[in-house]
């Protein structure tokens, strides 16, 4: 679309819906009697031993002393969207499935044993990542190794339990598409990723029916070898007996078959578009806009962090306070910038009336706009600060989500140094780098539109942004 197009049509909605000013910024109100900020607390950096076993293994280790318990997080490169389209969801019931026994050990085995050690087991995948976390007493660190190993090396995938899997899944797809961001969800993500394996993210009931036991094998044994995996181990003991128990369990594990193929980077380029996923009768509109973003680890990442909490990605953001507060259009809009090792993603959403689905637009646009012409005000770019390095510190308080952390910090190609770089590379953003965030990757010209919703009712309105196109997922 135009320039000269989107300023007529941002004109004239304005006008048409009533939508209040969309003119120049009003300065948050400051609230009286509340004290001032107290000092920053600075993140107490963890010391990590950083070793590598003689079969390929990284360790990344830990010694944290207070609270007598262990996290265990054993990481392997590939999840989802190594996929074959033709099994698309494989990734899925593969995490569902290889806790539910091994070669020496039945399922419930694995959970009595893990429940006498005060301890459980997750399992779980990603785009780009397949992990197995355990945490639980640190006197039972020795016990608690023995079943990760076995688990990561000897998974069996009973019949019974991969039928069990399956089932669980199709129940889980019937649910999920009675929710308009089921098919609102693939229609955006193939409009912003094309034919990058990053564009899945429904598996259909045909393809997962015909998932086989010998498909689940197959990618275990390919994903599940040491030289492609992580092992991140934070908790009360030493790092030099971590090692030893490591080293016991999983120094004998080894790579027996040849690593799957990695995908490539996916494009960054904006694939604008207004698309209309038709919802007959429904009396909201699901409103999802963005664009493709680039891959974790980039140079951008604290600024965008930054420019992303002041546009949309807190509660007291710009679009909170104008759709929400002021206009009363929705109830919890949000913004998020998602980085993953090959990729990633600007996502703007909000759920809103059939008569506001075009005066939403008008005021996300100018919100974005905003941040990309004008300066933030100092209190909002320390605020939105403040905010992330909070966030940042509360997120990795404890052994499991410190564990998880560095887990998704070698899978997107970062080290443990980078802990170290993330308050000071927040403290350090200025006004002119938010702004500058904002005409690069946050020019409303630059968005994806996608939308579910009743096209009886809001396709007019739509066409005044230009060409509406009807789509199925």
Do not use: C
């Not at 710009?318 to 910038?337: C, D």
Request: proline content about 6%; aromatic content about 6%.
């Amino acid at each position: 679309m135009s320039v000269i197009r989107l300023t007529t049509t941002l004109l004239t909605l304005i006008l048409f819906f009533g939508a209040g000013s969309a003119g120049a910024a009003e300065k948050p109100p400051s609230i009286k009697g509340l004290p001032a900020y107290g000092p920053d607390k600075p993140l107490v950096l963890p010391q990590v031993v950083e070793k590598q076993l003689p079969n390929g293994l990284t360790l990344w280790l830990i010694e944290r002393r207070g609270l007598p318990l262990v996290s265990i997080h054993l990481a392997v490169k590939g999840g989802s969207a190594l996929d074959p389209r033709d099994r698309f969801g494989l990734s899925e019931i593969l995490s569902n499935t290889i806790s539910a026994g091994t070669q020496k050990r039945s399922s419930r085995q694995i959970a009595e044993e893990l429940q006498a050690l005060g301890a459980d087991i997750d399992v779980g995948v990603g785009k780009d990542i397949t992990y197995i976390g355990i945490d639980g007493l640190a006197s039972g660190a020795d016990k608690l190794l023995e079943i990760l190993a076995d688990t990561a090396s000897n998974a069996s995938f009973p019949e019974d339990e991969v039928k069990l899997a399956i089932e669980n899944e199709l129940q889980n797809i019937i649910a999920s598409k009675s929710q308009p961001s089921y098919d609102l969800n693939q229609v955006f993500y193939r409009q912003l990723f094309g034919d990058h394996p990053y564009a899945l993210v429904n598996p259909k009931p045909e393809v997962i029916s015909r998932i086989s036991r010998d498909d689940l094998v197959k990618a275990y044994r390919q994903r599940f070898q040491p030289k492609q995996a992580i092992l991140v181990m934070v908790g009360d003991l030493s790092t030099g007996k971590m090692e030893e128990l490591v080293t016991k369990h999983l120094g004998g594990w080894s790579n027996t078959e040849k690593a799957p193929a990695g995908i490539p980077t996916a494009a960054t380029t904006p694939r604008p578009g207004l698309l209309l996923v038709d919802r007959p009768h429904s009396v909201q509109s699901t409103i999802y806009m963005g664009r493709p973003m680039p891959p974790a680890n980039n140079s951008d990442e604290f600024a965008l962090d930054v420019a992303n909490t002041i546009f949309g990605g807190a509660f007291g953001s710009r679009l909170t306070m104008n759709i929400r507060e002021k206009k009363g259009y929705t109830y919890s809009p949000h913004a998020s910038v998602t980085s993953w090792a090959k990729g990633g993603m600007f996502k703007v959403s909000a759920s809103v009336r059939n008569e506001v689905t075009a005066a939403t637009l008008v005021e996300t646009f100018y919100e974005l706009d905003r941040l990309a012409t004008t300066l933030p005000e100092d209190e909002e770019l320390s605020r939105a600060q403040r905010y992330l390095k909070g966030r940042f510190l509360l997120a990795n308080e404890t052994s499991a989500s410190l564990a998880s952390t560095l887990t998704g910090y070698w899978i997107d190609g970062k080290t443990p140094a980078d802990l170290a770089r993330y308050v000071p590379g927040i403290e350090a953003i200025s006004k002119k780098d938010v702004q500058a965030m904002g005409r690069k990757y946050l020019s409303s010209r630059k968005q994806a539109v996608a939308i579910s919703g009743d096209a009886k009712a809001i396709k007019d309105q739509l066409s005044l942004f230009g060409e509406v196109r009807i789509v199925k997922p």
